[in-house]
């Protein structure tokens, strides 16, 4: 698909500098852009490669001036950055607007499907399954019996949903992820043999959630497994039976949260991270990665290690421990110094 810089610049209130019916059908880095492609300049670092782009329009801010000529069609607007992000959006939307029902698909007879759908070829969507308006299904995905999903989501292909998960409106959730699967439950006998306990909870995904590639959210043995509005899921997170997590955290990849535990809103969850179970996280707390959380945090804590304590006390403990080998070699040196001293018989 194909548009002009005037189209581009209609859809972000800028001004041309150049020749505005000049037509571009990708995206590109300034260093990288070639004719045909549309990239931008924010951070100055870059300006020189304005100049030797093969990019056919450049998005600049309005306060820009070249010092030389520019072959590209400038576009300038308030602020560059965000101008672009805003046409990536755009451009994510209109190549991923697919409509229809391809074939082979199964849809349940007692399913309820809004209007402007898109279902994938593969896919299958159960019983007493509702969805929204707008709503995308790629291939290869599965939706359970009782799922309801709201507005203008997107379930991409082999996400695999069990029954009686509910989800909101505008949420994302990447390949290969599982939602609704049963809790780690198992309750051990007198011969010390396990047997699984059932997971007749659900799963709740509020609005505007964005779940990446291979994570599983497990159902809740009872009540719900609660994800809340904006929360953002990094790839291969584990969220365990009855966890809920606040309004707005984001979570990088790698993570794992045992059961129960209850996580605050606004919260910065790193890389890797391991919860223990039945604790609870405060509100905007900031978790380094690899860190090893082993009991509840209060609001606003910032902390680091495993098992993990506040940020001040392990940067400081990190000195003492890089000096670990100096100062094993000083005690030694103290010791065997004591050890060749005779005793003082006047003493």
Same mark, same amino acid.
């Given at each position: 698909?194909?548009?002009?810089?005037?189209?581009?610049?209609?859809?972000?209130?800028?001004?041309?500098?150049?020749?505005?019916?000049?037509?571009?059908?990708?995206?590109?880095?300034?260093?990288?852009?070639?004719?045909?492609?549309?990239?931008?300049?924010?951070?100055?670092?870059?300006?020189?490669?304005?100049?030797?782009?093969?990019?056919?329009?450049?998005?600049?801010?309005?306060?820009?001036?070249?010092?030389?000529?520019?072959?590209?069609?400038?576009?300038?607007?308030?602020?560059?950055?965000?101008?672009?992000?805003?046409?990536?959006?755009?451009?994510?939307?209109?190549?991923?607007?697919?409509?229809?029902?391809?074939?082979?698909?199964?849809?349940?007879?007692?399913?309820?499907?809004?209007?402007?759908?898109?279902?994938?070829?593969?896919?299958?969507?159960?019983?007493?399954?509702?969805? &929204? !308006? %707008?709503?995308? *299904?790629?291939?290869?995905?599965? @939706?359970?019996?009782? #799922?309801? $999903? /709201?507005? +203008? =989501?997107?379930?991409?292909?082999?996400?695999?949903?069990?029954?009686?998960?509910?989800?909101?409106?505008?949420?994302?959730?990447?390949?290969?992820?599982?939602?609704?699967?049963?809790?780690?439950?198992?309750?051990?006998?007198?011969?010390?043999?396990?047997?699984?306990?059932?997971?007749?909870?659900?799963?709740?995904?509020?609005?505007?959630?964005?779940?990446?590639?291979?994570?599983?959210?497990?159902?809740?043995?009872?009540?719900?497994?609660?994800?809340?509005?904006?929360?953002?899921?990094?790839?291969?997170?584990?969220?365990?039976?009855?966890?809920?997590? &606040? !309004? %707005?955290?984001? *979570?990088?990849?790698?993570?794992? @949260?045992?059961?129960? #535990?209850? $996580? /605050?809103? +606004? =919260?910065?969850?790193?890389?890797?991270?391991?919860?223990?179970?039945?604790?609870?996280?405060?509100?905007?707390?900031?978790?380094?990665?690899?860190?090893?959380?082993?009991?509840?945090?209060?609001?606003?804590?910032?902390?680091?290690?495993?098992?993990?304590?506040?940020?001040?006390?392990?940067?400081?403990?990190?000195?003492?421990?890089?000096?670990?080998?100096?100062?094993?070699?000083?005690?030694?040196?103290?010791?065997?110094?004591?050890?060749?001293?005779?005793?003082?018989?006047?003493?």
């Amino acid at each position: 698909m194909k548009f002009t810089a005037q189209q581009i610049a209609d859809i972000l209130e800028g001004n041309i500098v150049g020749n505005s019916n000049v037509e571009v059908s990708k995206l590109s880095k300034i260093e990288e852009g070639e004719k045909g492609s549309l990239t931008f300049l924010s951070n100055l670092k870059y300006k020189s490669f304005l100049y030797t782009t093969h990019a056919s329009v450049v998005i600049v801010n309005s306060t820009f001036v070249p010092e030389k000529e520019v072959k590209s069609t400038l576009i300038k607007v308030e602020n560059a950055y965000e101008a672009f992000s805003k046409i990536l959006a755009f451009y994510n939307e209109v190549k991923n607007n697919k409509t229809g029902r391809e074939v082979p698909h199964f849809i349940s007879d007692s399913a309820k499907i809004g209007v402007n759908e898109y279902i994938g070829a593969f896919s299958y969507i159960g019983e007493n399954v509702i969805l &929204g !308006e %707008n709503v995308k *299904i790629y291939p290869n995905a599965y @939706i359970g019996d009782n #799922t309801i $999903i /709201g507005d +203008n =989501c997107v379930i991409f292909s082999g996400v695999k949903i069990y029954s009686e998960t509910v989800i909101g409106n505008n949420c994302k959730i990447h390949s290969g992820t599982i939602i609704g699967g049963d809790g780690f439950g198992f309750a051990p006998d007198k011969y010390g043999v396990y047997t699984a306990i059932p997971q007749i909870g659900n799963v709740i995904i509020k609005d505007n959630v964005d779940i990446g590639s291979a994570c599983t959210i497990d159902r809740a043995t009872m009540g719900s497994t609660i994800i809340n509005k904006g929360v953002k899921l990094d790839n291969q997170i584990q969220v365990a039976h009855n966890v809920e997590i &606040g !309004e %707005n955290t984001v *979570i990088a990849a790698q993570t794992g @949260i045992a059961g129960s #535990t209850k $996580i /605050g809103k +606004n =919260c910065m969850i790193g890389g890797q991270v391991g919860f223990v179970g039945h604790i609870v996280i405060g509100d905007n707390v900031k978790i380094l990665a690899q860190a090893g959380i082993s009991k509840s945090l209060k609001d606003n804590e910032m902390v680091n290690g495993s098992p993990a304590f506040k940020i001040q006390d392990f940067n400081k403990s990190s000195v003492y421990f890089r000096n670990l080998p100096k100062i094993a070699s000083k005690i030694n040196n103290i010791e065997k110094e004591l050890k060749t001293q005779k005793p003082n018989i006047n003493e």
